[in-house]
C-alpha cells in the first residue's frame, strides 16, 4: 500500500475509534449520573445502615489494572518484544479474578444487588465495566493469535485495542473514586 | 477530503455473497428499506386494530379478528390493547421509520452523494444490519409469548415496566431486543460519521455536501452520542427485572431499599428527545435538497440551512425535560426547560423561511417526490408549531398525556418524517433498481395519504383539546368524552383510507421493481454525484473518484448552455 | 347529537384557575394561525405562480446576499419575538403566580391525600382531628367531595406503578408516583358530579381507572363531612393496618 493510503487508513481508523470511545464514554456517564443523583438525594450514604465494602480487593484490581496499561504502554512503545503484551493479558486476567473474588467476598459480607440501592449500583456497575473488559481481553487475545500465526499486523489495530484498553482502566480509576472511596 | 482511495473489489458473485450478507452499501442499504416496508406494513395494521377498538368497542375487528383474538370471538381484548399501541410506537419508531430514513437512505445516499465506493467499515455496516435482524427476531417473538408482549407504552416507564408490573417475560424481551437495536444503531452512527469526515470526494468540503448528508450526519452524531444512553437505562432495567437489582423499584414494587422510578424518565427522555430529531433531521435534509431540484433553482440560503439543523442538533440536548412537566420538577428546571425548548422553533423557523425562499421564483415541477416534499413542509408546519402548546408549562398541564400529544408527534412522525421516506422513495428508486416508479399511481398514492393522515392526525388534536386521554382501551366509560364517538369514528375511517393507499405504494413498488419503465441515469436532471453514475449503480460505485468542483445545487444558472443544471464535477458556469 | 363545534369544546371548566389554560391554549392558536397562514400561503401561493407552465424560467438565486438572510432572521426573530416570548411570558406568569403558589394552609384550606393505585383512586381527609393516619380520617373510594370556594391542597402519591391524577373540568393533570409526594391545589367554583381520570398509562385496566368528583356548596359539603365521619366511626378498625395508608401531611414549604 502507497504511503498516502496507509495513513489515510490511520486517520480513518483514529476517527472511527474515538466516535466508538465517545459512545462507550457516554454508557459509562449516564450510570454515573444515576450514580450521582442516588448519592447526593439520600441523607446518609451508604443508605439503609449498609457498611461499605473493605477496600482490599478494589485497591488490588486497581493496582493491576493500572500495571496493565502501563505494561501495554511500554509493548506500544517497542513492539519488538511482546513481554510487555503478555503482561498486558495476565494482569487483565488477574483483574478479572479480582472482580470474582471481590463479589464473592460481597456476598459473604452481606451485601447482595437485591439488597437496596447500595449493593445494586455496586454489583451492576462492576458487572456492565468487566463485561467490557471480558470484550477487550478477546480483542488481547486475538491480537496475540495474529502475532503466533505472524500475519502482518497494522499498527492501528495495536493502538486502537491500547485506546480501548486505557480507556476501560480510566473508567475503572473513576469508578472505583466515586463509589468505593468517596 | 477524501484521506484515501478505497480500490474496487471485484463484484461478488455467489447469491449469498450478493444479496444476503453482502458488504456493498447499496445492497444493504435496500435490505434495510425491504425491513423498514414490512415493519410499516406490521406496525401499521396495529395501528388499524388501535383505530377499530377505539371506534367500535366492543365490536370484533373485520375479517382478521377472529384468528388474532379467537378466545374473544374476534374483540380486541384490554390487555392485547396495551399490547399494541406498546409494540406500535415501539415498532414504527425504531423498526420502520428509523431503517428507512436512516438504514436504507443513510446507507445507499452518503457514499453515492460524497464520491465514495463504499462506507469505510463494510463489514461493520453488514454486521449493523444483521445485529437488527436479531433484535427484530426476538422483538416479533415476542409477542408469542404466554403472557404476551410488553405493555407498558413505547416509553416504557418502571415501576410498570418492573417485574411487579409487568410479570412476563416479553418485557424483557423488548428491553433486550431495544438495547442490540441500539448496538446495531450506534455501530451504523460510527460508520456514518467516520465515512462522512474521511470519504468526501476530492474538493468537496462540508458546505459542498448536499444537505441531505447533512441531516444524515447530524443524525448519526446524535445516535452516537445518545442510544449509549438508552442503553444505560435497558441495562439497569433488564437487571432490575432478571438479576433483582432494586434502580427502579419503590413503593409495593420495592421489596428493600427503594431506588427511584423517576431515573428511567430523565433517562429516557435525555435519549427520547434527541431521538425525535435523530427521526426528523434525515427527512429535513432530503426535503431541503428536494424542494430546490424540482425548483429548478438553487437551493434558498443552503448554508444557514445546514447551519440552523445544526443548532437545532445541539438544542435538542438540552430540553428533555418537557416531556416531564406533569412529574413536578423544580420549578426551575421547568422553567429553563420551557425557555430552551422554545429556542428550537428559531431555527426551525429559519429553515422553514428557505424552504419557501427556494420556491419563490422558481419553476416548479409537480413529479411525486417534489409531492412529498411539498406535503411535508406543510404536515411539519403543522406539527412542529403544535409542538409550542405542549412547550409552555401550563397548557401542557391539561394537554399532556392527551391525544393531542399523539396527534403532535404523528404530525411530526408519521406525518412529517414518514411522508419524507416516501419522497426520497420516489427520488432515489431509479438509481436502486435502474427503473422508474409509476408517476400516476404515485401521485394517487400521495392524494389519498396526505387526505387520510390529516383527517386522523388533526382528528387527534381535537380529540386532545377535548380531553381524550392516551392509551385508553374504551374511552367511551367516561361521559365527558362519549360525545366523541363520532369524531372518533371518522379518525378510523381515515387511518383506514391512509392505509389502503400504503397497499397503492407497496404495490407500484413490487411491480415497479421488475417491470417500470427502465430509468436513465439522471431521470430529474440534478447535479449531485450519485447521478453521474449508470442507474443503477454499478457495485464500485466510481470507476475513479470524482472531482468535486461545485455545490450540490447548480440548478437554473443562466449562463448554462444545453441543460439547466450541471454536475459538481463542474466548474460553476460563468458568462 | 351535538353540533360539532359542541362535540369538540373541552369539558366545562369549574375552577377558578382553568380559565388560565383555556386563555393561553387560544391565544398561542390564534398567534400560531398567523404564521401557519403565512406558511400556506407561500406554500400554495408560490406552487400557482412559479409552476413550470406559468414561470418557465426560474431566478438564479443562492439566497446569500445581505438582503434574504436578513429576511430570514426577520422571520426567525418574528417567530421567536411573536410567538415564543409571548406565550413562555404569560405561562411562566401563570405557572409562578398561580399553579406553583401554593395557598398558606389556614383552617379553611381543604386538604386531601390521594393515593393512586391499580386501578382505583384512594382519597383521605384528616377528620375532625386535622391529622392524617389517624382513627377518624375519612377515607373513600373513587368517590371525592370537594367544596366550592375553598383552596384545596392535593397530596398525591401512588402505591404500586405511576398514575396520573387527571381533573379534566379543572384542566388539572399531576403524576402519582411510588416512593415520593408531589401535590397541587384547586378552587372550585360550580357545584355538580364530575369525573377524575388516570391520565398515565398503568396496565391493562388503565382506561378504568375513574374517580367520581362531586362538588358541593359549603353547606352540603359539611353535611357531607358529618355523615361521613359518623361513618368512619364505625367502619375504620384501629386494628388493622391496610386502613392507615396514609402519610403525615408534608407541610407546605413557602
Ligand atoms: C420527529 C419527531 C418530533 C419533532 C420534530 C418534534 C418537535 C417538537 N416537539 Fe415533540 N414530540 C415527539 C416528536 C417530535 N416532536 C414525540 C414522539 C413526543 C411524545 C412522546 C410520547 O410522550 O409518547 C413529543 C412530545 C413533545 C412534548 C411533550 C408533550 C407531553 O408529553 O406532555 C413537547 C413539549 O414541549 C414537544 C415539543 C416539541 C417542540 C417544541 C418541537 C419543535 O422542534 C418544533 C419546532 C418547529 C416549529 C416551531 C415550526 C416551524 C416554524 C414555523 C412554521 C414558523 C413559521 C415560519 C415561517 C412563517 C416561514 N413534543
Ligand atoms: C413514526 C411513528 C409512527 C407512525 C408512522 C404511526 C402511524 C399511525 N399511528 Fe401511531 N403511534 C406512534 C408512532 C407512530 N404511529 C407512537 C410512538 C405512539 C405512542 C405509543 C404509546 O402510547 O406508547 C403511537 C400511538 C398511536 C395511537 C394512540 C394509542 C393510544 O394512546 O391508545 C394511535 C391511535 O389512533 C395511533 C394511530 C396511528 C395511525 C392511524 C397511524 C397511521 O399513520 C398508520 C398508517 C399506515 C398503515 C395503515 C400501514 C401501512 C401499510 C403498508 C406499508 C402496506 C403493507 C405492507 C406490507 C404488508 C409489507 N398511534
Ligand atoms: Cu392509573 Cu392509568
Ligand atoms: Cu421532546
Known amino acids: ?182 | 477530503m477524501a484521506f484515501f482511495e478505497q480500490h474496487i473489489h471485484d463484484a461478488p458473485t455467489t447469491f449469498l455473497s450478493k444479496y444476503v450478507f453482502s458488504f456493498d452499501h447499496k445492497v444493504i442499504g435496500k435490505q434495510f428499506l425491504w425491513y423498514g416496508i414490512i415493519f410499516l406494513g406490521l406496525g401499521g395494521m396495529m395501528a388499524l386494530l388501535i383505530r377499530w377498538t377505539l371506534a367500535f368497542p366492543g365490536q370484533p375487528f373485520p375479517v382478521l379478528g377472529q384468528y388474532l383474538f379467537p378466545q374473544t370471538n374476534g374483540v380486541v381484548p384490554p390487555d392485547t390493547y396495551a399490547m399494541l399501541f406498546t409494540m406500535h410506537g415501539t415498532i414504527m419508531i425504531f423498526y420502520a421509520i428509523t431503517p428507512i430514513l436512516i438504514g436504507a437512505f443513510g446507507n445507499f445516499c452518503i457514499p453515492l452523494m460524497i464520491g465514495a465506493r463504499d462506507m469505510v467499515f463494510p463489514t461493520l455496516n453488514m454486521l449493523s444490519f444483521w445485529l437488527a435482524v436479531v433484535s427484530a427476531i426476538i422483538l416479533v417473538a415476542s409477542l408469542f409469548t404466554p403472557l404476551g408482549a410488553a405493555a407498558g407504552g413505547w416509553v416504557s416507564y418502571p415501576t410498570l415496566s418492573l417485574l411487579a408490573g409487568s410479570p412476563g417475560i416479553g418485557q424483557t424481551m423488548w428491553t433486550i431486543a431495544l438495547f442490540i437495536l441500539g448496538v446495531s444503531s450506534t455501530m451504523g452512527a460510527v460508520n456514518y460519521i467516520a465515512t462522512i469526515i474521511t470519504l468526501r470526494a476530492p474538493g468537496m468540503g462540508y458546505f459542498d455536501m448536499p444537505l441531505t448528508i447533512w441531516g444524515l450526519w447530524l443524525t448519526a452524531v446524535l445516535n452516537a452520542i445518545f442510544l449509549p444512553v438508552l442503553g444505560a437505562g435497558l441495562l439497569l432495567l433488564t437487571f432490575d427485572r432478571v438479576l433483582g437489582t432494586t434502580f427502579f423499584a419503590a413503593g409495593a414494587a420495592a421489596t428493600s431499599g427503594s431506588g427511584d422510578p423517576l431515573l428511567f424518565q430523565h433517562v429516557f427522555w435525555i435519549f427520547g428527545h434527541p431521538e425525535v430529531y435523530i427521526l426528523i433531521l434525515p427527512a429535513w435534509g432530503i426535503v431541503s435538497d428536494l424542494l430546490s431540484f424540482f425548483s429548478r433553482k438553487p437551493a434558498f440560503g443552503a448554508k444557514s440551512t445546514a447551519l440552523a439543523m445544526t443548532s437545532v442538533t445541539l438544542l435538542s440536548m438540552l430540553v428533555y425535560g418537557h416531556h416531564m412537566y406533569t412529574t413536578q420538577m423544580s420549578p426551575l428546571l421547568t422553567q429553563s426547560f420551557m425557555m430552551l425548548t422554545m429556542t428550537i422553533s428559531i431555527p426551525s423557523a429559519v429553515f422553514f423561511a428557505n424552504w419557501l425562499g427556494t420556491l419563490w421564483k422558481g419553476s416548479i415541477r409537480f413529479d411525486t417526490p417534489m409531492l412529498f416534499s411539498l406535503g411535508v413542509v406543510f404536515v411539519f408546519g403543522l406539527g412542529g408549531l403544535t409542538g409550542l402548546y405542549l412547550a409552555t408549562v401550563t397548557t401542557d398541564i391539561y394537554l399532556h398525556d392527551t391525544y393531542f400529544v399523539v396527534g403532535h408527534f404523528h404530525y411530526t412522525m408519521a406525518a412529517s418524517v414518514l411522508l419524507g421516506g416516501f419522497a426520497a422513495t420516489y427520488f432515489w428508486f431509479p438509481k436502486m433498481f435502474g427503473r422508474m416508479l409509476n408517476e400516476f399511481w404515485g401521485k394517487v398514492h400521495f392524494w389519498i395519504t396526505i387526505a387520510g393522515l390529516n383527517g386522523v392526525f388533526m382528528g387527534m388534536m381535537i380529540l386532545g383539546y377535548a380531553g381524550m386521554h392516551r392509551r385508553l382501551y374504551n374511552p367511551f366509560i367516561y361521559e365527558f368524552l362519549q360525545k366523541l364517538i363520532p369524531l372518533n369514528t371518522f379518525v378510523t375511517v381515515s387511518a383506514i383510507t391512509m392505509g389502503a393507499a400504503q397497499i397503492i405504494f407497496v404495490w407500484n413498488f413490487i411491480y415497479s421493481m421488475f417491470k417500470g419503465p427502465v430509468a436513465s441515469q439522471n431521470p430529474w436532471n440534478v447535479g449531485t454525484l450519485e447521478w453521474t453514475i449508470p442507474s443503477p449503480a454499478p457495485h464500485y460505485n466510481f470507476k475513479d473518484i470524482p472531482i468535486v468542483k461545485c455545490g450540490p445545487h447548480e440548478i437554473g444558472n443562466p449562463n448554462l448552455v444545453g441543460r439547466d443544471f450541471q454536475y459538481q464535477t463542474e466548474e460553476v458556469a460563468k458568462a | 347529537m351535538k353540533s360539532f363545534l359542541e362535540q369538540i369544546k373541552p369539558p366545562l371548566d369549574i375552577s377558578t384557575n382553568g380559565h388560565l389554560i383555556d386563555y393561553l391554549f387560544n391565544y398561542t392558536t390564534l398567534l400560531i394561525a398567523f404564521f401557519f397562514l403565512l406558511v400556506c400561503i407561500g406554500l400554495f401561493g408560490f406552487s400557482y405562480f412559479y409552476s413550470k407552465k406559468k414561470h418557465p424560467k426560474p431566478f438564479y438565486v443562492h439566497g446569500t446576499s445581505k438582503k434574504h438572510i436578513l429576511i430570514v432572521a426577520g422571520i426567525a426573530s418574528m417567530v421567536f419575538i411573536m410567538v415564543d416570548m409571548k406565550i413562555t411570558g404569560i405561562s411562566n406568569h401563570d405557572f409562578v403566580n398561580v399553579f406553583i403558589n401554593w395557598p398558606e394552609e389556614t383552617a379553611d384550606v381543604v386538604r386531601v391525600e390521594v393515593l393512586g393505585q391499580q386501578w382505583a383512586w384512594n382519597f383521605r381527609y384528616p377528620g375532625p382531628d386535622g391529622v392524617f393516619n389517624t382513627e377518624d380520617d375519612i377515607v373513600t373510594l373513587n368517590d371525592l367531595h370537594l367544596p366550592i370556594g375553598q383552596k384545596i391542597v392535593f397530596q398525591v402519591t401512588a402505591k404500586d406503578v405511576i398514575h396520573s391524577f387527571y381533573i379534566p373540568n379543572t384542566r388539572m393533570k399531576l403524576d402519582a408516583m411510588p416512593g415520593r409526594v408531589s401535590k397541587m391545589w384547586v378552587e372550585l367554583t360550580t357545584p355538580g358530579n364530575y369525573e377524575i381520570a388516570c391520565g398515565q398509562i398503568c396496565g391493562t385496566f388503565h382506561y378504568k381507572m375513574k374517580a367520581s368528583l362531586e362538588v358541593h356548596t359549603k353547606e352540603d359539603y359539611q353535611k357531607w363531612l358529618k355523615s361521613s365521619y359518623e361513618r368512619t366511626k364505625y367502619t375504620t378498625d384501629a386494628v388493622n393496618p391496610d386502613v392507615f395508608w396514609g402519610w403525615s401531611w408534608v407541610a407546605s414549604t413557602k
Open chain 1, 1 to 182: 500500500m502507497t504511503d498516502a493510503a496507509l495513513d489515510g487508513k490511520k486517520i480513518v481508523s483514529t476517527v472511527g475509534m474515538i466516535v466508538t470511545l465517545t459512545s462507550f464514554a457516554m454508557l459509562f456517564a449516564t450510570l454515573m449520573m444515576g450514580f450521582a443523583i442516588y448519592r447526593f438525594t439520600t441523607p446518609v450514604w451508604p443508605p439503609q445502615g449498609m457498611v461499605r465494602p473493605s477496600l482490599l480487593i478494589p485497591s488490588l484490581s486497581t493496582l493491576s489494572i493500572f500495571l496493565s496499561s502501563m505494561s501495554y504502554i511500554w509493548y506500544e512503545k517497542n513492539l519488538k518484544d511482546k513481554r510487555g503484551l503478555y503482561l498486558t493479558f495476565g494482569l487483565g486476567l488477574i483483574f478479572m479474578r479480582l472482580q470474582f473474588l471481590f463479589w464473592s467476598t460481597l456476598r459473604s459480607e452481606g451485601i447482595f444487588a437485591s439488597s437496596g440501592i447500595f449493593g445494586s449500583i455496586i454489583y451492576a456497575f462492576t458487572w456492565v465495566h468487566a463485561a467490557h473488559i471480558i470484550a477487550a481481553l478477546l480483542l488481547l487475545g486475538w491480537h496475540i493469535m495474529q502475532i503466533h500465526t505472524n500475519e502482518t499486523v497494522s499498527e492501528n489495530t495495536i493502538t486502537n485495542i491500547g485506546k480501548f484498553w486505557h480507556f476501560l482502566g480510566i473508567v475503572w480509576a473513576i469508578m472505583f473514586l466515586t463509589i468505593f472511596v468517596l
